[in-house]
């Protein structure tokens, strides 16, 4: 059962977070039905499979939430913010009871404090009672005596019902005795053998209740004659005058008289059947069915499928000189497919940005409720889509930086309102991709940060010394130095020991870089940079000598065709280009390839801190999809190249950084 | 010889308990995501019922009973759905396509045995 | 001294540099492979020639002849590509190297291991981690991590002739 269990906890962590992220969602929109569907959605799989798999004080506790929302789906309960914060605050405790090791006395206590609010939220509301209790078995058990007419409608085989398995079942109550009844069944040539025309009597003494009987029949009670009631408290079966009744019944084809029966007996009480749990509604559609599997197999899988690009590549090529039609047909198919898998195994280990994001709006409404601040949390560019380890390493950066951008950035109410901004704060969550990087910024409209405050603060701290000179970039950087952060401002939100520093060390270890911009009054941006590692990009395969290339299809704006006497011995590396003089830079110097250059070369034309700038390479080739890998650490020194590529021949095609490559260009000049 | 159960359900987790249960209780199990997907499975081979949940992507419980119904090797095959509902409505709807009975979520081994119980021996 | 009398046998690759033969520990062969195209990095130091596609991955190839001063290597058919995996500050690294030939898989008593010449030696012997006699042949068994290490100051040779006091 343990390892349910696990598989279990997993999904209950994609459950919660698609409950938070509907909950948040909710909050902007307390009427929009489809969300509340969803919010309901998500509690009742936890409350199930909470139930199933062992949790039951998860599924206990849910299920007084599912109660809630269940009124509200009925409009009988209104979306308030109490409820929402209630419900949040439900949510972790949720998490709580799922993740910890143990249950401690502050989880308990928690857990009957959030019961205590939800029931008092649900009585004070309506005027209901919170709580329906599940169904209730506390009937002394004794036997009893029942009497059941069976009769299957003839078409009842047609559901793959068989009658028979239904009689045993029933026999297994108690003890019996069966009344076949076989005199409706028709003269052979009437006779259909898909239909059924037994009927059955039967008498059963059982220490169940009259529900437990009706439970056997329940699948069939919509196609059938069914009769139950209750003849006898004890053993009918142990009275002889009784046996011998039945007896003769079953001789002459008779029907039992349950009155006669009665007679003998005493009272008949209820005679109604009634149906099982109370089962709310709500349905299991998941959009997207998923399964987990581990990184490592995933990354097996890319290599495999490179390799297999490889193989194919050859094939075509092998394919190409047989001039063989059916060969070529396979070769076709087989490129299909495995350009296919490809794509489909690229997919897999890439997931967006929003994934995460529902973390991120948590933390801003918390926070910033807790703090008297109003902000509004915006996201830009969130399909952007990262390999699986990086966003799950960016998690922790993000959340704080953001928890600081609401501690120390954003302004309380009052103070905006006085320096004219507006009165809420906003905190724009971005992401983009750039040349060989992905982009994510966060910023926010708030006090900024304080330069000379800063620069003063380094100097107490001893980091820099009174004399040193620093740019404003400089200063800025200085947040991310270890032992900036002090005691001093630890609050709340942001002190946690945690500064900066810590931001830039996670991020360096992705292989990101993590910048600061500030302008005073105005706010803070915060930009990651992270490298496409793993990552596809849609690129431009050039030449330059006898080495292919992969610049970034984003970088590059047009492609000029120029005549190379206006590119050799140009002193002043600038080219007209539709009538822009344009600054470029010539691969071949900068590789130092002296081979003789092709009589017309081209010119990529790129962006480079906002202007135009001219990058010549002999020839494109055409567009190319690469998967970006790693140059490894004998590489680190070629940081132009931000990784290599592996093209269809098999042979390794390097991608450029175009920034970088302008960069260290302009510096040899 | 083993008797099959085709299983469909779009949980993972459902489907594993549910294939841990019948195999423990001595089935062969067949399983299948979701309606389009278990199709591969129809394939005039034996099967000795049919489990699925309703509410599924691509195609969903009610059509895949109708599609088990309509095919001429399963027209008697028991099938049995996964609900969480009490609403006779969305039972109704399964019966009419063709369900024998269904079962109850969340549901504990003995629940789902017995239900099996009901329409195969 | 690192090396301890005991009968520890283990298998070492030899290959040919020139005149000159060496012996890696098999523990750091992952295969070879004959020689493929190999994509030039521009800008890389020159015993750095290139990255090739070794299944799916790259894998940067160092030409071994120019890390240990010699003449840079003419590639023939019978020019190899040994795939080793180095550690490089704890972290495992795969690297190809360009080799004139390679020889055999040979079993060595770690007792039949000498000691590396100290003095008058054309390599340095931090390199050099013994000196196997097989067959009439000196045999020069290297510390691969420290050959293949990234650090691109390191050369083999021992240009300035200095004296190495072990």
Redesign the interface.
């Known amino acids: 059962m343990d ?2 269990k696990q ?2 906890k997993e ?1 209950a962590t994609d459950l919660i977070n698609d409950l938070e992220e509907a909950l948040l969602l909710l909050e902007q929109n307390p009427n929009d039905k489809d969300i509340v569907e969803r919010v309901f959605r998500a509690m ?1 799989s936890l409350k ?2 909470g ?3 062992g949790f039951d004080h998860v ?1 206990e506790f849910t299920h007084h939430l599912e109660t809630i929302y269940d009124l509200v789906r009925e409009d009988k309960f209104l979306v308030s913010a109490d409820l929402l914060t209630i419900t949040l605050e439900s949510v972790d405790h949720i998490k709580d009871l799922l993740f910890s090791d143990e249950i401690t006395k502050e989880i308990e206590n928690n857990h009957s404090v959030l019961i205590t609010k939800l029931s008092t939220l649900a009585t004070n509301d309506v005027g209901k009672a919170a709580t329906p209790i599940e169904n209730q078995d506390n009937t002394a058990s004794t036997q009893k005596s029942f009497y059941v007419f069976f009769k299957p409608n003839p078409d009842v ?6 009658p028979l ?2 009689l ?2 029933l026999c297994e109550l108690g003890e019996s005795r069966i009344i076949s009844h076989s005199e409706n069944i028709p003269l052979l040539d009437d006779l259909k053998e898909s239909n059924s025309y037994l009927y059955w009597e039967v008498i059963i003494v059982t220490d169940q209740e009259l529900n437990a009987i009706g439970d ?1 029949f ?3 009670e ?1 196609d059938c004659e069914l009769e139950i009631t209750q003849v006898a408290e004890g053993n009918l079966l142990a009275d002889e005058k009784v046996i011998r009744y039945l007896a003769d019944i079953e001789k002459e084809s008779k029907v039992v008289d349950i009155q006669k029966l009665e007679r003998e007996i005493s009272k008949n009480k209820e005679n109604k059947t009634e ?18 599997v581990a990184s490592d197999k995933i990354d097996t899988l ?6 297999l690009v ?1 193989t194919q590549a050859r094939l075509s090529l092998f394919t190409e000189q047989q001039e063989d039609a059916e060969l070529d047909a396979i070769g076709e198919n087989i490129q299909k497919l495995s350009r296919q898998l490809r794509d489909n195994a690229f997919s897999i280990s890439l997931i967006p940005l929003q994934s995460i994001i529902t973390r991120f709006q948590r933390l801003v409404r918390d926070l910033s409720n807790g703090l008297g601040k109003k902000i509004n949390f915006k996201t830009e560019g969130t399909e952007t889509e990262l390999d699986k380890t990086i966003i799950e390493n960016l998690t922790d950066p993000i959340l704080h930086i953001i928890r600081t951008s609401i501690d120390h950035g954003i302004e309380d109410v009052q103070t905006r309102i006085n320096s004219g901004k507006p009165e809420e704060g906003t905190i724009l969550l971005r992401s983009f991709y750039s040349g060989t990087n992905v982009f994510i910024q966060i910023i926010d409209d708030g006090k900024g940060l304080d330069h000379e405050k800063i620069r003063q603060k380094a100097i107490e701290k001893n980091l820099i010394s009174e004399s040193t000179q620093l740019s404003k970039k400089e200063v800025f950087d200085l947040i991310f130095m270890a032992g900036f952060s002090t005691a001093k401002e630890v609050t709340d939100v942001s002190g946690r020991g945690v500064g900066m520093d810590v931001v830039k060390r996670k991020i360096s270890a992705i292989r990101g870089d993590v910048e600061v911009d500030s302008e005073p009054g105005e706010g803070t941006t915060i930009t990651i940079k992270l490298p496409l590692t793993l990552s596809i990009i849609d690129g431009l395969l050039v030449r330059v000598g ?3 290339f992969i610049v970034p299809l984003s970088a590059v704006q047009k492609i000029y065709a120029v005549n190379k006497s206006e590119i050799i011995d140009n002193y002043t590396h600038t080219v007209v280009l539709d009538e822009k003089q344009t600054p470029f830079h010539n691969m071949r110097e ?4 002296d081979k003789e250059m092709p009589d017309t070369v081209q010119v990529l034309v790129v962006t480079y801190e906002e202007q135009s700038v001219g990058i010549v390479v002999d020839y494109v080739v055409g567009e190319y999809q690469a998967v970006i ?10 940081e ?2 931000s ?2 590529t ?1 093209l269809g021949d ?5 991608v450029l950084d175009t920034n970088k490559i302008i960069k260290q260009s302009a510096e040899e000049v | 010889m083993k008797k099959r159960i085709l299983i469909v359900d ?4 459902i489907r ?2 549910l294939s ?1 249960t019948l195999e423990n209780a001595g089935y062969d199990v067949l399983a299948g ?2 309606g389009e997907d278990a199709q591969k499975y129809l394939n005039g081979e034996p099967i000795a019922l049919v489990i699925t ?5 691509n195609k969903d419980g009610i059509g895949f009973i109708k599609d088990v119904r309509a095919h001429e090797d399963y ?5 049995l759905f996964l ?5 006779t409505a969305k039972k ?1 709807e399964a ?1 009419s396509a ?5 079962i ?5 081994p003995q629940k789902l045995l017995a239900a099996i ?5 | 001294m690192e090396e301890q009398i005991n009968t520890n046998i283990k298998s070492y690759l030899s290959f040919k540099l020139g005149e000159e033969v060496f012996a890696a520990g098999v523990k750091n062969v992952l295969n070879i492979l004959e020689m ?2 190999i ?6 130091p020159d015993y ?1 020639k ?4 070794l ?6 190839v ?1 030409d071994t002849r120019i890390k240990f001063g010699m003449e840079e290597s003419e590639f023939t058919k019978d020019t190899c590509i040994v795939v080793c995996e180095v550690d ?1 500050d704890g ?1 495992e ?3 190809g190297a360009i080799v004139d030939a390679v020889k055999e898989v040979i079993e060595i008593d770690d007792k039949d291991i000498l000691p590396p010449p100290g003095i008058g030696n054309k390599y340095k012997s931090e390199f050099i981690t013994g000196v196997i006699h097989l067959d009439e042949q000196f045999i020069l068994k290297l510390d691969m991590n420290k050959v293949f290490s ?1 650090d ?1 100051l390191v050369m083999l040779q021992n240009n300035q002739n200095e004296t190495n006091n072990e």
Do not use: C
């Not at chain 1, 085989?157 to 068989?162: K, S």
């Not at chain 1, 900068?590 to 390839?593: A, C, G, H, P, Q």
């Not at chain 2, 779009?10 to 987790?13: G, V």
């Not at chain 2, 609900?83 to 609403?87: F, K």
């Open positions: 390892q349910f598989k279990f999904e009742h199930g499979g139930a199933m798999f599924s085989f047609e559901n793959g019902t068989n398995y239904l045993d079942e056997v329940l699948f069939v919509d149906q099982g749990s109370k089962e709310s509604t709500g349905t299991d559609t998941s959009v997207i069915s998923s399964i987990r890319m290599n495999l499928v490179s390799e490889t006898v080495t292919d900068f590789f130092t390839i890998k790693p140059l490894g650490k004998h590489y680190k020194d070629q132009f190249i990784g290599a592996i098999g042979s390794v095609a390097l | 779009d949980s993972e987790s594993e308990v841990f995501v979701d949940d309703l509410h599924m992507p027209k008697r095959v028991p099938i609900t969480t509902e009490s609403q109704m019966k063709g369900a024998t009975g269904w109850v979520k969340p549901f504990v119980n009901k329409v195969v021996r | 493929v195209k994509t030039e990095v521009p800008k890389a750095m290139g990255v090739i596609n299944r799916g991955a790259v894998l940067p160092i490089q972290e690294v795969k690297v990234t691109e």
